[in-house]
């Protein structure tokens, strides 16, 4: 790996966890500390961490978490559509799931009105969102907190969807590729998130198209694990033959003025 790739593969890291030690980086890259320490030092420069004794953090992570805002607010108008595209698979008296992410967070802000509907949830921003919903009612995983996407997460919060079995499981995900399938930024997020396909009869995977051809760190696993891909109607020509060749079926959302 070179040096300014491994140096976009530590910042996604921290990105998502929030944090970062330096003996962990070095371990995971192969790479000495020194080399770790050189990596931080240079992405600091670029004024997107802090550097702390030992690693780094994400700057402005306090600000986000006081104001329970989400780091990731890129492409918004294609993650509103997918939503829109999301809810019209859930109805009345469904028990579902909703990952934690930006997506699935629209998806959480257009859940009103529903009848006897159950959430379960990793997000404490989506539950917050839903808590005062009619109709609905909310239950969080347990888990270690993650800072950026105001999730909980590791295996205590895997070890919540053991024996339980939901109808409907919407998923999100960093990256979706041919060959490295399902990946993500964060290794502690793998089990929670197989623990919730397991958890389902059906898995949304909802995306936006930048999404699509992308390979994050950790690899949860091939595409043949979801059921459906909601994405939006910016995906390319090619990305539609390859999935269609992968035999994915997929949704495209159309984005409203």
Not at 175 to 195: H, M
Request: glycine share 6%; aromatic share 6%.
């Amino acid at each position: 790996m070179l040096p300014n790739q491994r140096r976009e593969k530590i910042l996604e890291l921290i990105r998502e966890d929030g944090h970062a030690k330096v003996m962990d980086l070095s371990r995971i890259f192969k790479v000495t500390e020194v080399t770790i320490r050189q990596d931080l030092e240079r992405i600091e420069k670029e004024g997107l961490i802090v550097r702390e004794h030992g690693g780094a953090y994400l700057k402005d992570i306090d600000s986000n978490v006081r104001n329970f805002s989400l780091q990731n607010q890129e492409n918004i108008a294609e993650k509103i559509a997918i939503a829109r595209k999301a809810v019209e698979f859930i109805t009345d008296g469904d028990t579902i799931i909703l990952d934690s992410g930006s997506t699935t967070t629209e998806i959480a802000k257009l859940l009103t009105n529903y009848r006897n509907l159950t959430v379960i949830t990793n997000a404490l921003n989506i539950a917050l969102i839903l808590g005062a919903q009619m109709g609905i009612t909310v239950i969080v995983t347990g888990g270690e907190f993650k800072a950026p996407t105001l999730s909980l997460t590791g295996q205590k919060a895997a070890d919540f969807f053991q024996s339980l079995h939901v109808d409907k499981l919407f998923l999100a995900t960093a990256g979706i590729a041919l060959k490295s399938g399902l990946t993500y930024p964060g290794i502690s997020d793998i089990c929670v998130k197989r623990a919730m396909i397991e958890s389902a009869n059906e898995t949304f995977l909802v995306a936006d198209s930048t999404k699509i051809g992308k390979s994050s760190f950790a690899s949860l696993g091939a595409l043949s694990l979801i059921n459906y891909l909601i994405t939006d109607s910016k995906i390319t020509a090619d990305d539609i033959k390859w999935l269609k060749n992968y035999d994915v079926q997929f949704v495209i959302a159309e984005a409203t003025e």
